[in-house]
């Protein structure tokens, strides 16, 4: 059952699709929510959210510009009002280990996403001479022989 103050899925324009390791398991609990990366590359690409988080220097590098309304953001789509900064960036530490992104050290508020574990797939309103993304097929479902 969808909480009314989620975003339903279907509501989202084109996906993005990380490697089946990054996703969490079918059946553990909240598998069927957006994940916070997700919502991270949501908020990138929508040219209103520019004062709050952008791309900036090498590919896949943005900051976060304001750090309380990203995490009020990220709390009002997962239901969970009291969602502050220092909860969010415990949530961006778990990509660490998975590879989906990293801290860039001396840069205060500044991530990168390690695009080399990506696979983009059908985003239309992504401008791909413009946007700072490595595309890189990394599962071998179309192989071409």
Not at 31 to 60: C, N, P
Not at 66 to 79: H, S
Not at 136 to 143: M, V, Y
Request: glycine letters at 6%; aromatic letters at 14%.
């Amino acid at each position: 059952q969808m909480k009314q103050c989620q975003m339903k899925e279907s509501q989202q324009t084109g996906s993005i699709a990380f490697p089946d390791w990054a996703y969490k398991p079918e059946s553990s609990p909240g598998s069927r929510q957006i994940q916070l990366w997700h919502f991270i590359l949501e908020l990138l690409q929508k040219e209103e959210y520019q004062g709050v988080i952008a791309w900036q220097g090498d590919y896949g590098e943005f900051v976060i510009k304001d750090p309380d309304e990203v995490a009020r953001l990220w709390g009002l789509r997962k239901c969970k009002p009291h969602m502050n900064y220092d909860k969010l960036s415990r949530a961006l530490r778990y990509y660490y280990n998975k590879r989906i992104l990293h801290k860039t050290k001396g840069k205060r508020f500044t991530y990168k996403f390690n695009f080399s574990k990506v696979v983009l797939v059908n985003y239309p309103l992504l401008d791909m001479a413009s946007s700072p993304f490595l595309l890189t097929r990394t599962q071998g479902n179309e192989r071409q022989e």
